[in-house]
């Protein structure tokens, strides 16, 4: 099991920016994949993007390619979600997760820990 906390979540106006950073607390943590997920409320948990344990392969949720980057740091244990030109409805708890495998479709039941969430909310 890896332990995960998030932080970096607010308010931000649209067309803004923000980072979220998750530290896990893991042996290996390039052994793992790590995704970020959102969830809106009344909405089911979706994808937004997902890195394989080198970082050599990111996916993300078609919607949102070219505003939304992940990276990792494998020396700091760390995931970053950089958030370009945000909107309204961006607005969401963020959970970053870890998965012992990466594929091109990731899904929620591939990631078996998950963060506490941070929020971030858009304002129009």
């Known amino acids: 099991q890896v332990q995960l906390v998030e932080s970096g979540g607010g308010l931000v106006q649209a067309g803004g920016s923000l980072r979220l950073s998750c530290a896990a607390s893991a042996r290996r943590f390039s052994n793992y994949a790590m995704g970020w997920f959102r969830q809106a409320p009344g909405k089911e948990r979706e994808f937004v993007a997902a890195?394989?344990?080198?970082?050599?392969?990111?996916y993300y949720a078609d919607s949102l390619k070219g505003r939304f980057t992940i990276s990792r740091d494998n020396a700091k244990n760390t995931v970053y979600l950089q958030m370009n030109a945000l909107k309204p409805e961006d607005t969401a708890v963020y959970y970053c997760?870890?998965?012992?495998?990466?594929?091109?479709?990731?899904?929620?039941?591939?990631?078996?820990?998950w963060g506490q969430g941070t929020q971030v909310t858009v304002s129009s």
């Open positions: 997760a870890a998965a012992p495998f990466l594929r091109a479709t990731p899904q929620v039941a591939d990631f078996g820990s």
């Open positions: 890195i394989n344990g080198g970082g050599r392969y990111t």
